[in-house]
């Protein structure tokens, strides 16, 4: 396997496992008594198939199980892909290999439950836990670009369960097309590959997310030019959100999102540049959870099962984790 070596002291066989299934990586986490006894990220390999993906998971998840040192209460799973009631996957933009694939049988092996919820809107639920925020819009930026929205306390879940896709508010009706059809969606402007292509015409030679958050770190001037693109775009689809649920915290994460470290503070200058007098705008603030919010977000899942993800007041299950 590719990725960090996994951490691990021995487990006990009451435990749950949390799982992000996202673009680039899987990572897992192995909890014990409320502690962790195991963590791993593993990369998907490159130009490997939906079979060979599939066979890597089932190994890690029987890695961590192992780990435990008996079966899992319970397995959290953050997922990028929409994944179906009978846990296939019904779509996955960037891999669509799986489409029609079973996302649930690499876990079968587990002996464990097993529970699927989107890794964006996970990600919100375990930032408004650990920030303590009833009210809270939470941005994760890597690959593609998802939100989780917590209102009142509880997650805003919409009339069918999926509501809060940030990624799909248009913020610039003229610009490039979104892999779900429309123009300018913020996905489509500031997800990894936009914002490396953004850096790339800007800058004038080809460059790469981990390049652009080095220019970032050294204030490069076309490094700052494509921060101040994706602050501009970001802010523009918060200014929408401030009006609709009127957040007191923004949270943004993501793997690009965690590692572009101004940007939070570049948003909320932006955002403050356009606010209506006599309106409050929320605080704008890197993810607590940096860029592992998905995964603690399926272990409060895999803790918790879906209570959570149906609606119940995040604060009345415990204390914040
Ligand atoms: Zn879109």
């Given at each position: 396997m590719t990725g960090t070596r996994p951490r691990t002291r021995p487990g006990t066989a009451d435990g749950v496992l949390a799982v992000d299934v996202g673009g680039t990586k899987l990572a897992l986490r192995a909890v014990a008594a409320g502690a962790a006894v195991y963590e791993r990220t593993v990369l998907w390999p490159v130009g490997g198939d939906a079979g060979g993906e599939s066979e890597l998971l089932e190994a890690s998840v029987a890695e961590a199980v192992g780990a435990l040192g008996g079966a899992p209460v319970r397995i959290g799973v953050a997922a990028a892909p929409n994944v179906g009631a009978d846990g296939?996957?019904?779509?996955?933009p960037n891999r669509p290999?799986?489409?029609?694939?079973?996302?649930?049988a690499p876990f079968a092996g587990s002996g464990a439950e097993v529970l699927f919820g989107d890794d964006a809107t996970l990600a919100g639920l375990a930032e408004a836990r650990s920030t303590g925020s009833r009210d809270l819009v939470y941005l994760g930026i890597g690959t593609g670009v998802g939100g989780g929205l917590v209102s009142g306390g509880r997650l805003l879940t919409g009339a069918w369960g999926t509501?809060?896709?940030?990624?799909?508010?248009?913020?610039?009706?003229?610009g490039p097309r979104c892999r779900c059809g429309t123009r300018g969606c913020l996905q489509a402007v500031v997800s990894a590959e936009a914002l490396a292509a953004h850096a790339t015409a800007t800058r004038g030679l080809p460059t790469t997310t981990a390049e652009l958050v080095a220019g970032v770190d050294r204030a490069e001037p076309w490094a700052e030019r494509t921060l101040d693109h994706a602050a501009d775009s970001i802010a523009r689809a918060l200014r929408v959100l401030v009006e609709l649920v009127q957040p007191a915290h923004v949270r943004i994460g993501g793997g690009l999102g965690a590692a572009l470290a101004p940007l939070p503070r570049r948003v909320a200058r932006r955002l403050s540049a356009t606010a209506r007098p006599g309106r409050p705008l929320p605080e704008v603030g890197p993810a607590?959870?940096?860029?592992h919010s998905s995964l603690a977000g399926a272990a409060l899942l895999a803790a918790h099962g879906t209570s959570l993800l149906g609606g119940a007041d995040l604060f009345h299950e415990g204390s914040p984790s």
């Open positions: 296939s996957v019904v779509s996955w290999d799986w489409v029609g694939r079973s996302l649930s509501a809060g896709e940030l990624g799909h508010l248009v913020v610039d009706p003229q607590v959870h940096g860029a």
